[in-house]
């Protein structure tokens, strides 16, 4: 009996990250080698006004994710705080975040907003990649931007570490 339950425990502890498994789908940029993987059934938002912004939102529409790349002479850590400006986002956290994902250094703040005048919470995050072919003074960056309505953050921190966790980007 014990060892029935025993079997039955861990049956149902791995059935939800089997499932998980199975549900996971990688979102690509269309034009870039950038990506990440969170659950199926994504919805894209188009942007005609800049085809380097490539965004996902969740299927319940709680969650947003953006990939996005610039070519600017500005660092990684300066242009994260530029683009928190920029977006109207304020640091929650002066100190930025040197986190290595996926062998690849990313620069990061956790920052809070406004989407219209919806409270948002947001992870943004930039990867220098290199300088630019085309403009040698300028740095090729790669950015990440997650966000929710604030109030709903707690529920989904998990869920933005694991897209942070799962982003790539590979050299053409």
């Not at 894209?44 to 912004?53: A, G, Y």
Request: include cysteine; hydrophobic fraction near 35%; glycine fraction near 2%.
């Amino acid at each position: 009996m014990r060892k029935s339950l025993k079997i039955l425990s861990t049956l149902i502890i791995l059935i939800p990250i089997i499932s998980f498994a199975q549900e996971s789908q990688i979102y690509k940029h269309p034009t870039l080698d950038f990506q990440f993987s969170t659950t199926q059934g994504w919805i894209n938002i188009p942007h005609s006004e800049d085809k380097l912004i490539y965004e996902m939102m969740s299927p319940d529409s709680t969650l947003h994710v953006m990939l996005w790349y610039s070519e600017t002479e500005q660092n990684s850590k300066d242009y994260l705080a530029k683009m928190a400006d920029m977006k109207g986002l304020s640091i929650i956290d002066e100190e930025s975040l040197l986190r290595n994902i996926n062998n690849q250094k990313f620069w990061m703040y956790n920052v809070s907003g406004y989407s219209g005048k919806i409270p948002i919470q947001t992870l943004l995050a930039v990867c220098s990649y290199g300088k630019s072919e085309i403009h040698p003074k300028e740095n090729r960056l790669f950015i990440i931007q997650i966000w929710c309505q604030k109030e709903i953050y707690p529920h989904k921190k998990t869920i933005f570490e694991e897209i942070l966790n799962s982003v790539q980007i590979k050299d053409k």
